[in-house]
């Protein structure tokens, strides 16, 4: 078997639902070993999280009511804004000031992962807003819940080696910032 053989090839598609926000579609597969199957896919944009940090360490999280899950949680700030061929510091810039009023006079991109590339197709991209100035926020209406608030960096730790926050990104993105000794 070559190396470069792709592990699985796409024989067929369709769509399944669309939405502005989401498209799904179900895709009939064949393995390396040639066997068939089927694979369900998840296409949205990329996004970004940005994570503000003030000079003082303490960190503005966000809240907000996540539907899917039933439940209110704290993360930070992240959305997509722009569509797919947005410049994801712009994005980044126009999320934090969107959601927590925050302009950042330094972004820094610390990398770009996948949110869930088992099934979806979606990454994001993590900046650390630092040199912040407060402002007022301008949330979107799908927005209208969430609130902000400035925590210290201990409790910011706390709330994820509790799993308090619940957020992958957010803890991915954490913890990139953290390894690469960022924050």
Known sequence: MDDHD?????TGTRLVYENRWIRVRE?????RDGS???????EKDDFVVVVPVHEDGSVTLVQQYRYPVGARFWEFC????????????E???????????????TLIHAGYLYEGYGTMDQGFHVFLALDLTEGDARPEQEEQDLISRR????EVDRM???????DSVSVAAWGL???KGLV
């Open 91 to 105: 994005a980044a810039a126009h999320e934090l000031a969107e959601e927590t009023g925050l302009i950042s006079a």
């Open 36 to 42: 068939a199957g089927i694979y369900g896919v998840i």
């Open 27 to 31: 895709d009939t597969i064949r393995r």
């Open 177 to 179: 910032l953290l390894m």
């Open 151 to 154: 925590v210290p960096r201990e």
């Open 160 to 166: 994820m080696r509790e799993t308090e926050i619940k």
């Open 6 to 10: 792709p592990d699985i090839v796409a």
């Open 78 to 89: 992240q959305g997509m804004w722009g569509g797919p061929d947005a410049d994801p510091r």
